[in-house]
């Protein structure tokens, strides 16, 4: 740990002194390590107090930089785990990162296409069209006319990035082991999703998957279009793609001018990733406005293929029972869901969450979807999922927060539009799903992989049982919890009622020796059961410390 902290200790020291001056440095505070206590600043009260914590974070994170931005942008899809006001908050993060000089890209670009920029492209323009945290993009044309997109890597970022998840990863230890009412949001696991899914960012060879990926998806669709890649012009650190024309999601006064029906462009949109979604369990995850466009004839076009949700099988039939649960206003299956889906602690009171599903349920299932706001409804469950510590897979959230961003991009086109009337299509294919001969085969067909499988094991597995007890090598072996501490308390607990119990039978005996009328041995017996009862309390408490880290 401390070898760590000497590595990057400039760095570190950045980090704490920020995390100082905004006055978010508290849960480091109980950390009895030196090191970390010297370098943590005062927090600045005159130029942040009339701030919330919500926004000192936000701000906070920000200045630190593109490995923190992206944290904080994860954290806005984890409601469950940060609750809904600074979920909300960190929704703003965005990141204006200095762009390159033109030299430094087409450096890149050689280095990574082994060709010079003048080889690979007809025309390539210096000034950049956006800068954002990893990488940067330039207009170009091909040798065949077409216009494309050129998206560069910054220079230095990936190692700038790893330094920064290094101590990241440093931090998320120290809150795991040490800051225990952190303990139920799971800090290591949570640092280690988002590490996975920034280093799959860095490689833009995903984002071309990724591309290619949804093209096949909706290559029947005529209303959705998505950038194509040219491969040849990809890689780890460049990506090239086609130049969508349009106007930009968040520019609705043009849209508007357009002349063409927005309602109906933001069904267009809406029913894609429902698509993407239920049908395909595969979905575009940053649903902003920004990354949307109106192409010629109201095609929906979709920029920024980088942060992508993926459902497996199991995950999506358990969306699917819940789904089917709160359209039956179950409350008891939708609860059993709940827990199903998430990682419940184990003191859960499951009647109380039930009886707080129930009121969910009176309130919003009893709504025509006409009525119904589905982001309210979506953000209410997750308050609730978050009180009684669940915590969702991270895939899971990521789907309701792109829910709840889809509602509110779609109605800033329309603002009657109501995402829940389009998802009650999706309802009847989910029933139908469950019930279609398919679904059944396959899962009769598990059951009988796994019958076959203990079927083939079980013989053998009790013959080296049997064979073991017919040797005497046979051992049962049961682990008890802290039994061995235990134990220890016990002993000592009878050592010190053994002693007080014999030094009171020799005082009051007067057992000799004696000195001033005073048992010696009396003397020395009740001095021992002090010891021991010293011993037992010490014990005692550290075990109880212990636990509260």
């Known amino acids: 740990m401390f070898a760590r902290l000497d590595r990057n200790a400039k760095r570190v020291g950045e980090i704490l002194a920020i995390l100082g001056r905004y006055g978010i440095a508290d849960w480091l505070s109980g950390l009895d390590y030196e090191w970390i206590q010297g370098r943590l600043l005062s927090f ?5 107090g009339k701030l919330t914590q919500a926004a000192r974070i936000r701000l906070a994170l920000t200045e630190l930089g593109t490995t923190f931005i992206k944290f904080g942008q994860m954290l806005s899809t984890r409601a469950d785990l940060v609750g809904p006001d600074l ?48 990488g940067q993009v330039h207009c170009a044309r091909l040798f065949s006319g077409e216009q494309v997109v050129v998206k560069v890597q910054h220079a230095g970022i990936e190692e700038k990035i790893l330094g920064d998840l290094d101590i990241m990863g440093m931090f998320a230890e120290l809150a795991q ?17 988002f590490r996975r899914t920034l280093l799959n960012e860095l490689d833009f060879s995903t984002e071309k998957r990724n591309l290619e990926e949804f093209t096949a998806n909706f290559s029947q669709d005529a209303h959705v279009h998505f ?27 043009g849209m508007r001018e357009s002349g063409f029906n927005l309602s109906e462009f933001a069904q267009r949109g809406a029913n894609m990733y429902l698509d993407m979604i239920f049908r395909d369990g595969f979905y575009h995850a940053d649903p902003h406005p920004g990354n949307l466009m109106m192409l010629p004839g109201g095609v929906v076009g979709v920029l920024d293929c980088g942060m992508v949700g993926r459902l497996d099988e199991t995950l999506r039939e358990e969306v699917e029972a819940l789904l089917l649960a709160i359209v039956n206003r179950d409350s008891v299956e939708l609860t059993d869901s709940v827990i199903r889906l998430g990682s419940a602690p184990n003191d859960l009171d499951r009647e109380a969450l039930r009886g707080e599903i129930n009121v969910f349920l009176a309130e919003f299932g009893t709504r025509t979807l006409r009525d119904l706001n589905l982001g309210a409804a979506l953000q209410q469950m997750t308050d609730i999922i978050r009180r009684y510590h669940i915590l969702l897979p991270t895939p899971l959230a990521l789907m309701l927060k792109t829910l709840v961003m889809l509602e509110g991009t779609s109605r800033l086109l329309n603002p ?10 999706y309802q009847v294919q989910v029933i139908k799903h469950r019930f279609s001969l398919t679904r059944i085969l396959r899962k009769l067909y598990r059951a009988y992989r796994d019958w076959d499988r203990l079927i083939d094991i079980l013989p053998r597995d009790v013959a080296e049982i049997l064979r073991r007890v017919r040797n005497g090598t046979f051992e049962l072996r ?45 003397l020395v017996g009740f001095l021992f059961s002090l010891f021991f009862s010293w011993r037992l309390i010490r014990t005692i408490n550290q075990a109880e410390d212990s636990d509260r880290k």
């Open 44 to 48: 600045d009260g005159e130029r942040l």
């Open 87 to 134: 979920a909300a908050e960190l929704c703003q993060l965005r990141s204006h990162t200095p762009p390159d000089s033109a030299d430094t890209v087409k450096q890149t670009i050689r280095t990574e296409l082994a060709r010079p920029v003048d080889e690979l492209f007809a025309e390539f323009d210096d000034k950049p069209l956006a800068s954002a945290s990893i």
């Open 227 to 253: 950038p194509k890649v040219h491969a040849a012009l990809c890689s780890k650190r460049v990506v090239t793609m086609e130049k969508l024309v349009g106007i930009s999601g968040e520019d609705v006064p």
């Open 416 to 425: 009657n539009f109501n995402l829940a009337e389009l998802i009650e299509p």
């Open 478 to 522: 049961h682990d008890h919890h802290r039994l061995e501490s235990t134990v220890n308390r016990l002993v000592l607990g009878i050592l010190a009622g053994s002693f007080f119990l014999g030094s009171s039978l020799l005082f009051s005996a007067k057992a000799e020796p004696e000195f001033g009328g005073v048992s010696i041995s009396g």
């Open 177 to 193: 082991n040490h800051v225990s009412y952190l303990h139920p949001y799971q800090p290591a696991a949570t640092f280690r999703e």
